[in-house]
């Protein structure tokens, strides 16, 4: 379970990106929906505990996130909204080398992880392919591979689908779904559908501010 509350953030010239923000979000998918510029990103960034806010408490089971960031790290997985991959490298090297950064220190057992979530991710095929080489879907799903590296418990995901064809988008929507039912996933987007075809709960997020949250099926329609 985790829990945000009132959490706020300015930055230095003057925007505020979040306005006293406060969500409950349980097992399964959570979809945020908003449009650009609504705090999705310093949200979901703040989460990942790659930045500070001003004010606010997150707890994850328990644990305050902002008080002690490493504890929460460990069972913490984030794709951003843009990441870098190095040119050059096979999938399988990079997310090994990923591995060890994470901390997976025995070689077998790293291997194992790798090559289950290069099939979990349909990756597998082209393990020995150049990441920076991929489509815009097999990137993303690649992300997701890199995201859950360790086991994390929760997996933050920036706005994963911006830029997919209907095909791509559909086979990420499909992973994301079968990741949903065993880790808590925080889905941001600006689409309407992601949220209504993955998520059990959502919130909007508009202006720093939540405006609604509750059931997809019963939000939705009022948009
Ligand atoms: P979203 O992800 O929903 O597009 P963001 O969290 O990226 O929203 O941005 C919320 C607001 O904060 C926007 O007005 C954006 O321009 C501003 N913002 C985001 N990051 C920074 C930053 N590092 N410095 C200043 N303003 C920022
Ligand atoms: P988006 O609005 O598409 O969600 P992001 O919030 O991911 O974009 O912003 C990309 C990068 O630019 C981040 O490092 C963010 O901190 C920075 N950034 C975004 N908006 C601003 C802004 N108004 N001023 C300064 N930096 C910004």
Same mark, same amino acid.
């Given at each position: 379970?985790?829990?945000?509350?009132?959490?706020? +953030?300015?930055?230095?010239?003057?925007? +505020?990106?979040?306005?006293?923000?406060?969500?409950?979000?349980?097992?399964?998918?959570?979809?945020?929906? !908003?449009?650009?510029?609504? =705090?999705?990103?310093?949200?979901? &960034?703040? @989460?990942?505990?790659?930045? %500070?806010?001003?004010?606010?408490?997150? @707890?994850?089971? =328990?644990?305050?996130?902002?008080?002690?960031?490493?504890?929460?790290? &460990?069972?913490? !997985?984030?794709?951003?909204?843009?990441? !870098?991959?190095?040119?050059?490298?096979?999938?399988?090297?990079?997310?090994?080398?990923?591995?060890?950064?994470? !901390?997976?220190?025995? &070689? =077998? %057992?790293?291997a194992e992880q790798v090559d289950a979530l290069l099939q979990l991710t349909n990756l597998y095929e082209v393990r020995k392919k150049d990441v920076s080489t991929f489509s815009g879907g097999m990137k993303q799903r690649f992300g997701i591979a890199q995201a859950l590296l360790g086991s994390p418990r929760l997996l933050i995901v920036d706005e994963p689908t911006a830029g997919l064809d209907p095909e791509e988008r559909n086979r990420f929507h499909n992973l994301l779904s079968e990741v949903g039912e065993s880790v808590v996933v925080i889905l941001s987007t600006h689409i309407v559908e992601d949220v209504r075809d993955l998520c059990s709960k959502m919130a909007i997020l508009a202006g720093g501010q939540v405006l609604l949250e509750g059931e997809p099926e019963r939000l939705v329609e009022q948009l």
């Open positions: 379970m985790l829990t945000i509350s009132r959490l706020s +953030k300015r930055y230095a010239n003057g925007v +505020k990106a979040l306005d006293s923000v406060s969500l409950s979000i349980g097992n399964g998918l959570f979809g945020l929906l !908003g449009p650009n510029g609504a =705090g999705k990103s310093t949200l979901m &960034r703040t @989460l990942a505990t790659l930045q %500070e806010p001003d004010e606010g408490e997150i @707890l994850f089971d =328990g644990c305050n996130i902002l008080a002690e960031p490493q504890r929460l790290r &460990r069972q913490l !997985g984030y794709l951003p909204q843009d990441f !870098g991959v190095y040119p050059g490298v096979p999938a399988v090297q990079l997310l090994d080398h990923l591995a060890v950064l994470k !901390g997976l220190t025995h &070689r =077998g %057992e790293r």
